[in-house]
């Protein structure tokens, strides 16, 4: 059984594509940033899970180590933490470093050290692939309006395509989900919220399909690229946004 490796569960979208991966066959080990919140999501989803600070190379190389140990070493890399971290809009002005650093741990630097750290033996079997989750603000500007989650996605839509490049003749698939609004965790509920009836009119009436998206339909496009139909596309970014870019 092939085994994938998802983070960033305890958002939401990482949780429904864990469960999404488990039903097309796959051991799923899942890893978030140790605390009670993983906790619970680790619980309720019931899968090898592993706490790490995924910002911080060290912590992921062990983390890869341990996984490779006792569960054997991962396919399929789902890279789906990340975030906001708590933040909101703020002038460019008034940012805090630590929190444009924050953030840009969480999206991307996790994603590079994942790489760096399970690529050695994707490379080994001939075989890979790696799913990033950026967003659609890594395509425009973010609704957020915070300027280093915005930033940190254009950077993980980047690194998506340059992995690609440098994977390709190795086997190794590379591509990108790239959510529209998507009611997954607490943080997007209250930004929901912000918007006001009228503004929540306007967004929905700027979506096609007249909806905001669910976890399940992220999950499902995350289920194609990891399957063997998705064989021979790689250094994509597939928005799943019911229409809205």
């Not at 607490?186 to 306007?202: F, I, L, M, P």
């Amino acid at each position: 059984m092939s085994v994938a490796l998802v983070s960033g569960i305890c958002g939401g979208i990482g949780a429904a594509i864990a469960r999404r991966l488990a039903e097309d066959g796959f051991l799923v080990v899942v890893t978030d940033r140790p605390g009670e919140a993983f906790e619970r999501a680790a619980t309720g989803l019931g899968f090898p899970a592993f706490a790490a600070d995924l910002g911080d190379k060290a912590e992921v190389m062990r983390l890869a180590e341990k996984v490779a140990a006792e569960q054997g070493a991962p396919e399929v890399l789902v890279n789906a933490a990340g975030g906001v971290c708590g933040q909101i809009r703020q002038p460019v002005d008034e940012v805090p470093e630590e929190d444009w650093r924050n953030v840009f741990a969480a999206n991307i630097d996790s994603a590079f050290f994942l790489a760096q750290a399970l690529v050695p033996e994707m490379r080994a079997s001939g075989k890979g692939r790696i799913i990033t989750i950026s967003s659609g603000a890594g395509l425009r500007p973010s609704l957020t309006g915070i300027q280093a989650y915005t930033a940190a996605k254009h950077a993980l839509v980047g690194l998506t395509r340059q992995l690609a490049l440098e994977l390709g003749p190795q086997g190794i698939t590379v591509n990108s989900v790239a959510p529209g609004f998507v009611l997954s965790n607490e943080a997007t509920r209250r930004q929901w919220e912000s918007y006001g009836d009228e503004g929540q009119k306007a967004l929905i009436e700027r979506i096609h399909l007249r909806r905001l998206g669910r976890p399940e339909d992220i999950a499902n496009a995350v289920s194609f690229l990891a399957g063997d139909e998705a064989a021979w596309i790689t250094g994509q970014v597939l928005c799943v946004d019911g229409g809205q870019s």
